[in-house]
């Protein structure tokens, strides 16, 4: 396209002469210049219809703009709030997490101070039985002499009359010596009560941590008790009360410093009688010792019954 007098005069200046292409160039310039004039202002009215077009585009694409970032926002909003309250939370889970650190710091302390006493117990019982054996090994001794000394007796009563005075001098020792023996037995029968009182004092306090340990049961009480039909009862050295997944359980426990198979026998005709006088449904039997036989294990396990030793429940 054309768009000024000179440069449509060099378009027809090949083929015309100066004067013609002056006026043919001034003739075609006036001519189509209205008609050029229209046509840009017809696309000027183009170009501002398409403009104001996209102004309205871009007006509508504001306002949804605008609504989103109002959506935005108000999301922004509840995601701090959301914030806020995780935060909270998180503070309060700190606090109980270093209210739980604490606690399991006391529970590590307590658990080493009855590791401690226990140790200091096995050493005391491992003493007690050494002193045990050595007064079995003295009455064994003893024995034999009151033995000896019987028959000596009935040596010289029956070869010499004349040796009265001296019988009865070994009468006098023979008393002596029988009195010995009973204090002894005595002594010895001290100890072995010593030793099982300690042993159930100790199983009072083991035999719950061993439950809650090995079963997770929450634990009521664990204290002698009798029981049975009044009238007829009997004295179950542990009974264990407590809870386990929201009911109620009872454990009755027997406790010996070595189990037997006699013993084991005893306890469950024992818990047969006293069963039907106990409130509640789910009732178990546990031995507690430092040592079981193996029929005794037997036996335990044939019947569903627990054994636990200081250091663990052995069987269940």
Request: hydrophobic share 40%.
């Amino acid at each position: 396209m054309i768009h000024d007098l000179q440069e449509l005069k060099r378009t027809l200046q090949p083929a015309f002469t100066e004067l013609q292409t002056d006026t043919l160039a001034t003739c075609l310039y006036e001519y189509y210049q209205p008609i050029v004039h229209q046509r840009e202002m017809a696309a000027i009215r183009d170009t501002l219809k398409s403009v104001s077009a996209s102004q309205d585009r871009l007006a509508l694409a504001q306002e949804r703009t605008e609504s989103h970032i109002e959506r935005l926002i108000e999301a922004q909003d509840r995601t701090d709030a959301r914030i806020e309250r995780l935060t909270a939370a998180q503070e309060r889970t700190d606090a109980r997490i270093e209210r739980l650190t604490e606690a399991q710091d006391r529970t590590e302390a307590r658990v080493a101070q009855l590791t401690e006493a226990q140790e200091r117990t096995e050493a005391r019982i491992a003493q007690l039985t050494e002193s045990q054996d050595r007064t079995d090994a003295r009455i064994a001794k003893l024995t034999e002499s009151q033995d000896r000394t019987e028959a000596r007796i009935v040596q010289l009563a029956t070869s010499q009359e004349s040796m009265r005075a001296d019988i009865e001098h070994l009468a006098e020792i023979t008393k002596e010596v029988v009195w010995g023996i009973g204090d002894l037995r005595k002594q010895v029968g001290g100890v072995t009560l010593s030793v099982g009182q300690g042993l159930e004092a100790y199983a009072m306090e083991r035999i719950p941590t061993l439950l809650e340990q090995q079963f997770g049961y929450v634990t009521k009480s664990a204290i002698p008790e009798f029981l049975g039909p009044e009238g007829d009862t009997s004295e179950i050295d542990v009974v264990y009360r407590g809870r386990h997944e929201g009911r109620p359980i009872v454990v009755l426990c027997e406790v010996k410093t070595n189990i037997t198979e006699p013993e084991v026998r005893e306890f469950l005709a024992i818990v047969e009688r006293v069963r039907p006088s106990i409130a509640a449904d789910d009732v178990r039997v546990l031995f507690f010792g430092y040592r079981a036989g193996e029929a005794a294990r037997r036996l335990i396990e044939k019947h569903g019954c627990l054994l636990a030793f200081p250091r663990g429940i052995a069987a269940d």
